[in-house]
């Protein structure tokens, strides 16, 4: 007796991008590419992650598929049709947990639901699921100020449950929390979605972490800079619940981490940067004390170190210690061949040298990247030797706009009053040179 063939059916592709490019006009009317000809497909039943360093457009590709922006060029699609408008099948849990302070736990998921039009009896019974659902069942009549970090993002993911997505989306909302709580949020998450008959079907999660990614994630799609572009997709199929400890996690991590290594790290040849000509590029939000840890590290190991080895010694994720790294070689601090990083003769100098001529030397590595110099020469040529901040914003933003100009002006702050460099007044919100 033959018995009868059963027919593999392809998975529903809930959404879609198709060659999609994305400019951002600046203000003073050219535009910059930050994404180029991107294919990415969602499809039912899996947790695709978006891997990268920042500034290389996965927060961008998350809200085109949205449709919270509208690409320059190519396709978005829902269930093959043309996306017009929001997403109806999308919810999105922010970074920043998002949300209103007045509002307790319970009005600020029912907010979305009052906005859908949906009777008073059916919000009520929604919300009280989802709360339960993310563990917040004793605090639906709490406040965001009474809330620890954990728990705010929770009530950012119990209100983005509340509408029932079709597609889940996660804007590195675990970036925020400490690290068992981040965990712990992760796990609870991927239960949520494994669950038989609910939504959401598919999540879509954006992310720096690899050891998060590894972990959630069925494929990971790995992003280039500058403009954003897909380098390569890489399939995880490890059986879930994953453990770290085993091999072919390991051997995973090591892969993805070679990947991110050779398209990253910055003597790498890279296609050329898509900016104006004034080559201003963004300064990663990181300290300058994990920038002299760095120094200090390398110093006390004969003035190299392999970068896995570094991100396991001083304990922090991969995707940290590589805007480290990066940001020690803007400095003229360190070199990296390969997935080394070697101390050079400046980084050498600056670790030798007392208080006193740390501060000096720092300030001459900061005049070397060209969003210092940029302002220095701006505060020269005024008459009394001052500028007001918004003319550093508006800088940042016509040179990045792609970047978070509050994080990068933050950063910028914060490296100029090491070196002694700028002054900034919060009252009347100028920056000066100080006086020697």
């Known amino acids: 007796m033959v018995e009868p063939s059963v027919a593999t059916c392809a998975p529903t592709i809930l959404c879609e991008a198709r060659g999609v490019s994305h400019d951002f006009t600046m203000p003073n009317k050219q535009t910059l590419r930050v994404l180029e000809n991107v294919d990415l497909a969602i499809r039912a039943n899996e947790v695709v992650a978006l891997l990268g360093p920042s500034g290389c457009g996965k927060s961008t590709i998350l809200r085109i598929l949205a449709g919270l922006v509208h690409q320059t060029q190519g396709e978005v699609l829902y269930h093959g049709q043309p996306l017009v408008g929001l997403n109806p099948g999308v919810a999105i849990v922010f970074q920043s947990f998002a949300l209103f302070p007045w509002m307790t736990v319970a009005e600020n998921v029912s907010a979305v639901l009052v906005a859908a039009g949906l009777p008073t009896p059916a919000i009520e019974e929604r919300v009280a699921k989802v709360i339960r659902l993310v563990g917040l069942g004793g605090f639906k009549d709490a406040h965001p100020r009474q809330l620890s970090g954990g728990m705010k993002q929770r009530v950012g993911i119990a209100r983005a449950l509340a509408v029932d997505p079709e597609v889940l989306f996660l804007d590195e909302p675990f970036s925020q929390v400490d690290a068992l709580t981040a965990e712990s949020l992760r796990a609870e998450l991927i239960d949520i979605w494994s669950a038989a008959h609910r939504n959401p079907l598919s999540v879509l999660m954006v992310s720096h972490n690899i050891e998060e990614v ?173 500028i007001e901040k918004d003319l550093v914003l508006e800088t940042i933003v016509m040179n990045m706009p792609q970047e978070n100009y509050n994080k990068i002006f933050d950063t910028f702050l914060r490296w100029s009053r090491v070196g002694g460099l700028f002054a900034y007044d919060e009252d009347t919100q100028r920056l000066s040179i100080p006086s020697p």
């Open 214 to 386: 590894v972990f959630m994630a069925d494929r990971i799609v790995i992003l280039g800079a500058n403009p954003g572009r897909v380098l390569t997709c890489v399939d995880n199929p490890l059986p879930r619940p994953r453990d770290f400890r085993s091999t072919k996690v390991q051997q995973l991590v090591e892969h993805l981490h070679d990947i991110i290594t050779h398209a990253h790290m910055p003597d790498v040849a890279t296609p050329p940067l898509a900016t104006p000509p004034i080559g201003i590029e963004p300064i990663p939000a990181v300290s300058s004390g994990e920038i002299v840890g760095l120094l200090e590290y390398l110093d006390a190991r004969a003035g190299r170190g392999e970068l896995f080895g570094i991100a396991g010694d001083t304990n922090k994720e991969f995707g940290r210690t590589i805007a480290v790294v990066k940001a020690a070689e803007m400095l003229d601090f360190v070199d990296t061949p390969g997935r080394l990083v070697i101390l050079e003769a400046d980084g050498r100098r600056f670790v030798k040298a007392g208080p006193a001529e740390r501060k000096t030397i720092w300030r001459e590595q900061l005049l070397k990247l060209r969003l210092f110099r940029t302002v220095f020469d701006m505060i020269q040529r005024q008459p009394d030797h001052e």
